[in-house]
């Protein structure tokens, strides 16, 4: 249990350094101010996502320095402060997938009790799928993970911005359920929620596809995550309650 539990926290490799968010030039990158010197730091945004509810002059952000010369930018945005200054909110997509992966090569993830992690990338049909997982019968289960940020009160909403790719992908699972078992887990990178839909007002094509996968059999699970200056941990589960 305690080999299960461990595997769904991801310590950051290095100390995070406090900083001042100033401006948002383009989708990839943050203009911070280190608050020990004033220097100016540019930031690389994983997350090419609207975040206009969280990144607002004045907030505070937390980075991570790297040690590759070749980088145009020397800081990695990794957390900010949510709308309300009381808890953490990643800004790093790239880590739901990896806990992910951690949570289901240790058995961790009770939604998939029963099935066992054959691997990531998996291409089928036109599209590459987060992860195959196989059960001891031999079924095999198409898992795509979707990272969330926005929020509005109590409430976890996926997109924050229009996805074509990400409606494709909903769609294409709709109609991979005829032969394969179909799931989405949605991610959600703060511990300030309590249940998950989809942002209808924002991206009302996807919302549409979710509905179609859900009545077709795709399976909906949503988490929460748990976020300090030293990492993030997998949370509980939510329920995801379409609108």
Known sequence: MQKKKESLWLPFPRALTKATFIERPNRFILHCQLPETDELAVAHLADPGRLKELLLPGKTVWLMDHENPARKTKWTAMLCENETHTSLVSLHTALPNKLVENGLKSGGLNEFAGWFYKRAEYKLSDSRWDFLLESKEGKEL??????????????????????????????????????????????????????????????????????????????????????????????????????
């Open 142 to 243: 198409l898992l795509e993970v979707k990272s969330v940020t926005l929020a509005e009160g109590e409430k976890g909403m996926f997109p924050d911005a229009v996805t074509a790719r990400g409606t494709k992908h909903v769609r294409e699972l709709t109609q991979l359920s005829k032969h394969y078992e179909t799931a989405i887990l949605f991610i959600v990178q703060r511990n300030d929620l309590s249940y998950m839909t989809a942002a209808k007002h924002i991206d009302p094509k996807f919302a549409e596809a979710l509905n179609e996968a859900k009545s077709a059999g795709v399976k909906l699970y949503a988490r929460c995550c748990h976020i300090t200056v030293n990492g993030i941990e997998l949370g509980n589960a939510i329920p995801v309650v379409l609108e």
